[in-house]
C-alpha cells in the first residue's frame, strides 16, 4: 500500500517546475497557482474523507474509488497544454488524490499492534516508492529524451518535453493502487462520542503540545515545498552539464537518470535510513529534541544548496541527504505525536487535519512564496540560487528558535489545555 501510495506521487511531483516551466513555457505566477492548486485536496480532506472513514465508509473502499478515479485523471495531464485546463484537472485530481495520504496512515495505525515500533518498518516502503519511481523516469529521460552531444540548453528542453510520461507513469499506478486497495485488511467506521468526528478532532488539537506544532508546521510545510518546487530543476541543470563537468557527472546520471528527480532520489534512501531508526530513537529522546534535530536539518540542506558554488556537487549531494533527517525527524514523527495525542475514535480526522497543513496550507502558501522568490533571486535573466534558497535557510532557522521556546519540554497530559 505504502510502495504504490508514494510511487504514485513522486513520478510527476519532483518534475512539475522544470516541466511547466521548460516545456508549456508558463510563467512563474502560473506555476504557483498549479501548486498551489494541487493542495486544495488536503484541505477538503478532514472534513470529507476523515469524516467518511471515521463515520461512513470503510476506509479500504474509499482508497480503492479515489485511486481509480484519480489515475485516470492524472494521465490527462500529460497532454494537456492550456494553463486553465491543467489548472481545472489539477484541482480535481488534488480532491481525488491529497485525502488518501493521511488515510493510508489511518489504516495502518488502525492495524498495527505498537505503533512505535512497526510504524517505520511500513511507512519506510512509501519512500521505496518514490525512489522507484523518481530512477525510473530519471532512467526513462536519460535514454529517450536526452540527445547526445547537444548543448545544455537543447537537453534541458528536450529533457523537459519527456517529462510528460511522468504523469502517464503516475496515472498507471494509480489504476493498479486502486485495484489492490480491495485487498486491504477491512476498516470499518467508528462510532465516536460526536457525529462530527472532524468537530472533536478540533477540540483535541487545540491542547498542548498540538496546538504548538500545528502552528509550527505551517511554515515548516513552506520550507519542505520550497524544496519540492525548485530542487529538480536546480540538479537537473547540473546534470545537463555532463558533457562539459566530466566522468563524475556522468557516472551519477548512468545511475540516477537525469532530470532531477532521479538524483533527489538519495534524499528518500537517507529517509529509509532515519525511518529504521526511528524506533530507536522515540524511546531514547524526548519528542521536542527529534523535532529540533528536524528543523537543523532543513536549514542545513538549504545552505549546502545556497553554497553550492564552494561546497561543489559532494555538498549539493550531501544537501540532497539532509532531507532524510528532515522528514524522519519533523514530518514523520509529528503524525506519530498526532496519533498519539489524540482519542481512538478521531484518529482519521486528527491525521487529516494536520494532513491539511502539511499538504494543504504549506503547500498553498509554499508554492506562491517558492514561486514568487524567483523574482526577487533572478540576476540578469539567471537565478541566484544562493539567494533563493537563502530564503529557506534562515527561515529554517527562525522555526527552530520558535520550538526550543514554545514546544513542551515533557509529555503533556491529553487533557493539558494551552
Avoid at 477540540?203 to 518546487?229: D, G, K, N
Amino acid at each position: 500500500m505504502m510502495f504504490l501510495q508514494y510511487a504514485i506521487w513522486g513520478a510527476w511531483l519532483p518534475l512539475l517546475w522544470p516541466f511547466l516551466k521548460r516545456h508549456r513555457e508558463m510563467d512563474a505566477e502560473q506555476i504557483g497557482d498549479i501548486f498551489a492548486i494541487g493542495a486544495v485536496g488536503a484541505i477538503v480532506a478532514p472534513f470529507i474523507a476523515g469524516q467518511i472513514s471515521d463515520r461512513w465508509f470503510a476506509t479500504e473502499k474509499f482508497l480503492a474509488f479515489s485511486h481509480l478515479a484519480g489515475g485516470l485523471l492524472i494521465w490527462q495531464l500529460a497532454s494537456l497544454e492550456n494553463y486553465t485546463a491543467f489548472l481545472g484537472f489539477s484541482l480535481a485530481y488534488s480532491l481525488l488524490y491529497s485525502p488518501t495520504m493521511p488515510l493510508t496512515n489511518s489504516l495502518a495505525f488502525h492495524h498495527l499492534p505498537d505503533r512505535d515500533r512497526d510504524f517505520g518498518q511500513v511507512r519506510v516502503w512509501g519512500t521505496l516508492g518514490w525512489i522507484a519511481a523518481g530512477i525510473a523516469i530519471g532512467q526513462w529521460l536519460l535514454h529517450r529524451h536526452t540527445p547526445i552531444g547537444a548543448d545544455t540548453a537543447t537537453v534541458l528542453a528536450t529533457q523537459a518535453s519527456g517529462m510528460a510520461d511522468a504523469f502517464k507513469l503516475s496515472g498507471g499506478l494509480g489504476i493498479l493502487m486502486g485495484i489492490f486497495c480491495f485487498t486491504l485488511p477491512h476498516t470499518p467506521p467508528s462510532q465516536g462520542k460526536s457525529a462530527n468526528a472532524t468537530g472533536e478532532a478540533l477540540s483535541e488539537i487545540r491542547r498542548q503540545p498540538l496546538f504548538t506544532l500545528f502552528l509550527l508546521a505551517v511554515p515548516i510545510s513552506c520550507i519542505h515545498q520550497f524544496y519540492f518546487v525548485h530542487t529538480a530543476d536546480f540538479l537537473g541543470a547540473i546534470q545537463a552539464q555532463a558533457g562539459e563537468a566530466g566522468e563524475f557527472i556522468k557516472n551519477i546520471n548512468s545511475i540516477f537518470g537525469v532530470g532531477g528527480a532521479g538524483l533527489m532520489t538519495i534524499g528518500q534512501m537517507s529517509e529509509i535510513v532515519v525511518l529504521s531508526l526511528i524506533p530507536l530513537f522515540v524511546k531514547s529522546a524526548s519528542r521536542k529534541a527529534l523535532l529540533a534535530c528536524g528543523l537543523v536539518a532543513y536549514a542545513a540542506r538549504m545552505a549546502l544548496f545556497a553554497y553550492a558554488d564552494q561546497v561543489g556537487l559532494g555538498g549539493v549531494l550531501a544537501g540532497v541527504a539532509f532531507h532524510g533527517p528532515a522528514f524522519g525527524f519533523f514530518i514523520f514523527l509529528a503524525f506519530m505525536i498526532v496519533d498519539e495525542e489524540v482519542s481512538k475514535d478521531v484518529k482519521a480526522s486528527a491525521q487529516s487535519l494536520f494532513n491539511l497543513v502539511i499538504v494543504g496550507i504549506g503547500v498553498i502558501v509554499g508554492s506562491k512564496i517558492a514561486t514568487k522568490a524567483t523574482e526577487y533571486a533572478t540576476v540578469g535573466g539567471e537565478i541566484s540560487y544562493r539567494t533563493l534558497f537563502s530564503y529557506p535557510m534562515w527561515a529554517s532557522l527562525a522555526c527552530l528558535a520558535w520550538l526550543l521556546l514554545s514546544y513542551p519540554s515533557k509529555k503533556t497530559r491529553r487533557d493539558t489545555p494551552i
